[in-house]
């Protein structure tokens, strides 16, 4: 066979019909599309929230991205499902059979998500080539090669079918190096001096709703020694971080973009009704396993170096003579003074009667004669960044190991991230403007995210601008796209025959509103916490313009039905 759609599709029905591991092995040879989510799940949001997991909860806050990863997958099969069995491009799909306040909300969002997320993708990357791979290496040189690494490999996907398979088997192998970077990470550990306890870490991935409202226990001693007044404060403080970062492991385990992505690449491919098996397949494998770990291994590695244990360089004291010196002088100051200080700030601000900003000439002095349990609570919870775990593994793995295998892994994943961002908005714009993909407007759109190559110079100072509204934006939206899709998937009219039926819909149904409840509450909460009360009267404005744009559409189709019956 000369077509490569046909070969395909041969393949699979011939693995099908011998089932088994023939199966296996043609689903696994065709798989293509779940790589690709993997490379964008694998970014600089899961690397975050992985890190601060471990810093908060140790390894007992494992089973957190693991169950809303299933859940997202759960979705994600619904998506390709009726993407597959309908044949529809997803923004026409949901604008024509649901709502198109809906749809316009999703691409937008998606829109922002790509361009804006790519700034900080832009700025890890090269922070872990400067600081970790090759110290002293031009930041400006290494942002530009990014670029053209990324744009260059997003061109073989606008060659044709060949060029696609080369662009998943790119993405295919960039991914198992950043899984085998940070299992060398975890393999390490686990021989040195101070090896891992794994009957504890395999109980992380029990959940533990409880951390919901309770500090982690490992704090427990922490807590016993602060003064009575400070207690319901630093309880407070645990107790919220750990919440929020428990909702940033829901929300951004499947991000609003994942849900685009998906039904369009799946579409170039070429995939039809024949191949939703493999597509259920293809995500339940090669999103699951290696998100499942890399992530669980960033969250071991992190709450081994830093849960419960005080950052260096932090905690200062008056001496003798009222100058406020460090209680480790061995130690440099650590780059994480600001956020520590910001801190304690916060809970000097809780008293009353006081009032203190944090750059004010007092502050340090002000810190200093804090108690020393409260300092070390602060120092404790203050939030380290990858590079600083890359650091922090020289003593048990040495300079060179922890640098440059952790680094790469870090590189990796953000140069993987890139190439897909570019590539979701090569496909959003072609969407919004209703053209074909092979046309100029998809390369176009995929050059849209290299503004990114600004974000070593500029995420700093712009993130607090962007970051809040776009985030926002992209939380409210992905609940609204889960939902988009899970009345689609239960459309007969839409779906005619093809739609499941029996107690299997009953369990996917029960699943998909498990998903869609769980996601929604973390979104909204997520929001709420970056953007106040404007979130709230966000949702009220987008809901109410759904709900009456939907309205009026029933009306007017109800209309012309009667007219037709005239």
């Known amino acids: 066979m ?18 088994g591991k023939h199966r296996f092995l043609a689903y ?11 490379a964008i799940t694998l970014g600089g949001g899961s690397l975050s929230t992985s890190l601060f997991l471990g810093i908060l909860g140790g390894t007992s806050l494992l089973w957190i991205q693991p169950i809303a990863m299933l859940l997202g997958i759960v979705m994600l099969c619904a998506i390709s499902y009726v993407t597959l069995s309908t044949g529809e491009k997803p923004f026409a799909l949901v604008k024509r059979h649901f709502n198109p306040v809906v749809a316009w909300g999703w691409i937008i969002a998606t829109l922002l998500a790509n361009v804006i997320w790519s700034l900080p993708q832009f700025s890890l990357g090269t922070a872990a080539v400067t600081q970790n791979l090759f ?16 744009f260059a490999v997003v061109w073989f996907y606008e060659s044709g079918s060949r060029g696609i398979r080369l662009f998943e088997n790119i993405l295919k192998a960039i991914v198992a190096l ?6 060398g990470v975890v393999f390490k550990m686990s021989f040195s001096s101070n090896s891992l306890d794994w009957g504890h870490i395999f109980s992380g991935f029990i959940p533990k709703f409880s951390q919901l409202t309770t500090p982690s226990a490992s ?50 491919k070429g995939w039809d009704k024949d191949f939703r098996g493999l597509a259920c397949f293809d995500l339940s494998t090669s999103l699951l396993i290696p998100f499942f770990l890399a992530t669980s291994c960033i969250v071991i590695a992190s709450a081994h170096q830093f849960h419960a244990k005080p950052e260096a360089g932090l905690i200062t004291e008056i001496d003798a003579s009222g100058q406020v010196v460090k209680m480790d002088q061995d130690q440099p100051e650590s780059p994480l003074k600001g956020k520590y200080q910001q801190l304690l700030v916060k809970k000097l601000n809780t008293e009353k009667g006081v009032s203190i900003r944090i750059n004010e000439p007092k502050v340090e002095t002000t810190i200093a004669a804090l108690p020393l349990a409260e300092k070390r609570l602060a120092a404790m919870l203050v939030k380290r960044g990858a590079l600083s775990l890359a650091s922090s593994l020289e003593p048990l793995m040495g300079k060179t190991f922890s640098h440059l295998v952790f680094g790469f892994g870090v590189f990796a994943m953000t140069l993987s991230s890139i190439i897909i961002l570019m590539l979701i908005n090569g496909f959003v ?10 046309s100029i407007w998809h390369r176009l759109g ?11 110079f500029i995420w700093k100072n712009a993130s607090f601008w962007v970051v809040v509204p776009t985030s926002t934006i992209g939380l409210l939206a992905l609940p609204l796209a889960y939902l988009s899709f899970f009345i689609l998937f239960n459309d007969k009219k839409l779906l005619k025959k093809d739609r499941i039926e029996g107690k299997l819909r009953l369990l996917l149904n029960t699943i998909m509103i498990l998903a869609i409840a769980f996601v929604s509450f973390g979104c909204v909460w997520a929001a709420y916490d970056l953007a106040g009360g404007l979130s709230i009267v966000g949702i009220s404005l987008f809901i109410l313009l759904t ?13 012309q039905i009667k007219a037709s019956h005239v």
Do not use: H
């Open 2 to 19: 000369s077509d490569p759609l046909e070969r395909e599709r041969a393949l699979l029905k011939q693995g099908e019909t011998r089932g």
């Open 178 to 183: 950043i899984v085998i970077s940070f299992i």
């Open 446 to 456: 995929c050059l849209l995210p290299g503004i990114g190559v600004l974000g070593p």
């Open 135 to 150: 110290p002293g290496t031009s930041p400006t040189l290494v942002s530009i090669v990014m670029l053209i690494i990324s």
């Open 219 to 268: 704090f427990a001693e922490a807590l016993a020694a602060l003064p009575e007044k400070s207690l319901r404060f630093w309880e407070n403080e645990i107790v919220t971080q750990q919440r929020g970062v428990i909702f940033s492991g829901v929300t951004y385990a499947v991000g609003i973009n994942m849900t685009f992505l998906l039904p369009c690449s799946l579409l170039a």
């Open 28 to 38: 696994t040879k065709l798989s293509g599309p779940g790589w690709l989510q993997s």
């Open 547 to 559: 709900v009456v744009v939907g309205v009026k559409r029933k009306k007017r189709t109800s209309q």
């Open 429 to 438: 714009l072609c969407e919004m403007l209703g053209v074909e993909k092979e």
